[in-house]
């Protein structure tokens, strides 16, 4: 009873007691002298090595003092260290040390948390109990996971078993503040996710071997805890559990006790057994004692002895807490009726407090495995393990302009810990980084979360870029020009080409004859090698024109090679190829062995610009992953051909024909075709377009198949006839048909409306319910209908004036 008491006070301060307890202390700051005599006395330290203070790491000493209170009940020292008053040379001395908070335990660094998953004082001490009790608290992922603990603590340990919704939360801290007060008791196990549980909430795990316990040859039965998970309402759950399966009693139900602490808020029920059914009655209360468990307290009452008074047509009765002592007779016909008597209780106080919000908790598990994408679930599963970032600049408002005027390019990638993409793109970023190690590129990185003036492009400084709105972005840095933006995929592997691309001039002066073959035929890198870029060239006589090709160049770094000839040399190649100067010539990679487009210079970059964007253009090209969006920013119709993998030569010829003919299509069709882009996609090597098809068809059609989609009028699709040949004529004769009007759609493109996923995701439904006097989300359509019944009204007055749980045999059944 002792150790009980000691327990609850514990947990009670922990709660907070009475009244929330004054936080006046100040967070204490060591000297690298104190941290060393701390560090080697042995002592439990958690410990924050102070730089630069931004506001986002001000908050967090503000959280970090806050905690010291809570975490000194546990022996933990918590703290900070001015690096700028003496450097502690492991802890003051690396970038990483400003984002991270340590734990030392035995002398030694024991763990160290980024200050993203140490946020607030309900994560900092979660986080940091959770550390301390990682051989007292396991932490399972799947079920199999959870059935081998389930066998280890079998005949030893009863199991807690809670499921939070993420870590470093409230509930988080209770279960880890209950975790260490009754850690060497229970075995506590954590989950966060998966398919173990269905619903958020705390069970335990009847393990250990009981009298008459009803165990399964594989799982331990389990109750769960009804209420909201917190410090206190655990600890009373724990108690419940401890208590008395069945107790009898030889009194009358009104002549017991209501149950004492720590039962007093549970509820009595009452059964009655005779001499002649004793081991039956004895058996029947046991059952129904497991299904009441964690609901309520079952007395069995022996009928034979003289205090009992209670008239032999009740068989049951029942007490509730804190509604007076009476005791409520009835007379049941199962003992089911007892269950639901408490299950529709309970059901009707979760309704009520259901209704202050508007939103169930079950809901929102049920759609929480689908709200994440692909990326978004793989960083999700990743999150424990951080990217090491050594290999890459941290940039702040203080160092930004220091560090970019000191690096002739600077590749900057501004990004938000808590964006999936950003997360997942910042391992390809770094990635490159490592693989220009050593070369003249700074690789750095902006978190757009801390530094958010800065990625504002907030600064008494002039910054080289607009306000950064859509993340992740990388951009290209160079000491007094304007910043270039990156657009092409989020890959390692086509980062890494445009910035190799971008290290050269734009455009390269071509002095010889030599320069320019080599421009032409050879890769400025090694590392580009089996690469073919596309390439444009300027010649130009005189200096007229030149400045206009220089500034195009520079807007195509990094996409492509520039070169430049001027004078004698240009001459000498135009009268070699029987041009006049000046010219633009674009050698596109998809064409080697043809001449090159001459394209004549126009009066602005930015036209010249759109010319050489529509030179590089492939009269028929094959869409992949990669290229599909530029071709889309075209703003034309798409004639789609779909042609499948080739099992032989054979079928390698046929879609060889099947692109000649496309081809014919587009040069017969002359000037007809300018509204639209012929393109084909290989489902062999790109099988996205395989559920791109099914989704415009609603079914997969057979192939090759062609199809008119993204027209610019609306959202139609068409459907070549399936089966029909595929030649230049009859699709020209399809295409004017469409036209015309004659030919039915097979199908509608979606919506472009990107609608919440699901409902508790529509935040504006949300700032509606709490705010009902503002503006309701309408479509124009409704807009409309009410300003037509407002009409009717006006015109009118002028007129005038003129579920509850169920026991299954499964003992996992809530699993």
């Known amino acids: 009873m002792m150790w009980m008491c000691v327990a609850v006070f514990l947990l009670w301060l922990r709660s907070g007691g009475c009244t929330e307890k004054a936080n006046t202390s100040e967070l204490i700051e060591y000297t690298a002298a104190d941290f060393y005599e701390k560090l080697h006395s042995g002592k439990m330290m958690f410990i924050y090595f102070e730089h630069q203070v931004s506001p986002t790491i001000s908050l967090f000493l503000l959280e970090l003092e806050k905690s010291a209170d809570a975490l000194q009940d546990y022996g933990v020292l918590v703290g900070k260290v001015n690096c700028d008053k003496k450097l502690v040379q492991a802890y003051c001395t690396q970038e990483r040390e400003r984002h991270t908070a340590f734990l030392f335990r035995g002398g030694k660094e024991f763990l160290g948390f980024d200050l993203d998953t140490v946020f607030d004082v309900n994560s900092i001490v979660s986080e940091v109990l ?253 999150r424990g393990n951080l990217p090491d970032m050594d ?71 002039p910054i080289p870029f607009q306000p950064i709105t859509a993340f992740p972005c990388v951009l290209l840095l160079r000491p007094k020009e304007p910043a270039q933006i990156y657009r092409g995929m989020l890959g390692s592997e086509a980062l890494h080409r445009f910035i190799l691309l971008s290290l050269q001039a734009s455009p390269v002066l071509l002095s010889t004859k030599e320069e320019v073959t080599s421009f032409l035929q050879e890769v400025p890198q090694p590392e580009l090698a089996g690469y073919h870029p596309d390439r444009v060239m300027g010649l130009f006589k005189t200096h007229t024109g030149v ?74 090209p094959e869409l992949t992953v990669e290229n599909l969006p530029s071709f889309l920013s075209l703003g034309k119709a798409l004639l789609l051909l779909f042609v499948g993998e080739e099992e032989d030569e054979i ?65 139609e699709i068409y459907q070549f006839p399936p089966n029909t040949p595929i030649v230049a004529s009859s699709v020209l004769q399809w295409l004017q048909r469409i036209q015309g009007g004659a030919v039915s759609a097979a199908g509608m493109l979606g919506e472009d409306s990107w609608p919440p996923a699901v409902e508790f995701l529509d935040f504006l439904k949300i700032m509606d319910i709490q705010e009902p006097d503002s503006a309701q989300q309408q479509t124009p359509e409704e807009e409309e209908e009410e300003e037509e019944e407002e009409d009717s009204k006006e015109e009118d007055v002028n007129d005038s004036s003129s579920h509850s749980d169920t026991f299954h045999n499964n003992p996992h059944s809530e699993l």
């Open 391 to 461: 290999s890459i600049t941290q940039l702040t408002s203080d160092n930004f302009h220091t560090a970019v005027s000191h690096s002739s390019l600077t590749v900057a990638l501004f990004y938000l810990k808590w964006d999936a993409v950003s997360m997942a793109f910042l391992s390809s970023f770094i990635e490159v980084a490592e693989r220009l190690e050593g070369s003249e590129v700074q690789m750095s990185a902006v978190d757009c979360g801390e530094w958010t003036d800065l990625c504002a492009a907030q600064s008494s400084l």
């Open 130 to 382: 959770f550390a301390i009790l990682r051989e007292e608290v396991k932490y399972v992922h799947t079920d199999t996971d959870l059935l081998a603990m389930e066998k280890a603590a079998r005949g030893k340990k009863d199991i807690v078993l809670g499921y939070v919704r993420s870590l470093g939360t409230q509930e988080h801290r209770s279960m880890m503040e209950t975790a260490y007060v009754y850690g060497s008791k229970y075995q506590f196990i954590l989950i966060t996710g998966g398919p173990v549980l269905k619903h958020l909430g705390v069970w335990f795990l009847h393990c250990r071997v009981h009298s008459k316990l009803p165990l399964s040859p594989e799982r331990c039965p389990l109750t769960r805890m009804r209420k909201p998970l917190s410090t206190l309402s655990l600890h009373s759950f724990l108690q419940l559990m401890e208590a008395p399966l069945v107790s009898e009693v030889y009194d009358d139900p009104s002549s017991v006790q209501p149950p004492q602490f720590p039962y007093q808020q549970t509820p009595q029920v009452f059964l009655f057994s005779r001499p002649v059914t004793k081991q039956q009655d004895l058996d029947t209360a046991t059952a129904l004692a497991w299904r009441l468990r964690g609901l309520a307290l079952l007395l069995l009452v022996h009928r034979q002895s003289p205090a009992v008074k209670t008239p032999d047509e009740y068989n049951a009765a029942y007490r509730l807490p804190e509604k007076s002592s009476e005791v409520k007779y009835l007379t049941l016909n199962d003992h089911d009726e007892v269950l639901e008597l408490f299950t529709n209780q309970e059901k009707e106080e979760e309704d009520e407090e259901d209704d202050e919000g508007w939103l169930e908790d079950d809901e929102v598990d049920s759609h929480f495995a689908k709200l994440d994408d692909e990326i978004a679930a793989s960083v999700y599963e990743n």
């Open 547 to 620: 400045s206009l090709f220089t500034e195009a160049a520079k807007s195509l770094r990094g996409e492509m090679l520039t070169g430049l000839l001027t004078n004698g040399l240009a001459e000498k190649w135009a009268a070699e190829h029987s041009m006049e100067l000046p010219a633009v010539l674009v050698f596109p990679s998809w064409r080697a062995h043809t001449p090159p487009s001459t394209l004549p210079v126009s009066p602005s970059s930015e036209e010249l610009l759109t010319h050489i964007h529509s030179a590089l253009l492939h009269p028929l």
């Open 651 to 715: 079928g390698r010829k046929q879609n060889q024909a099947l692109v000649e003919e496309m081809r014919g299509v587009v040069e017969v069709g002359g000037g007809r075709m300018e509204q639209y882009l012929a393109c084909w996609i290989h489902l062999g090597r790109t099988p996205a377009g395989m559920s791109v098809l099914g989704s415009y068809l609603g079914s997969m059609p057979p192939l090759p198949a062609l199809v008119l989609t993204h027209l610019p009028s609306g959202d």
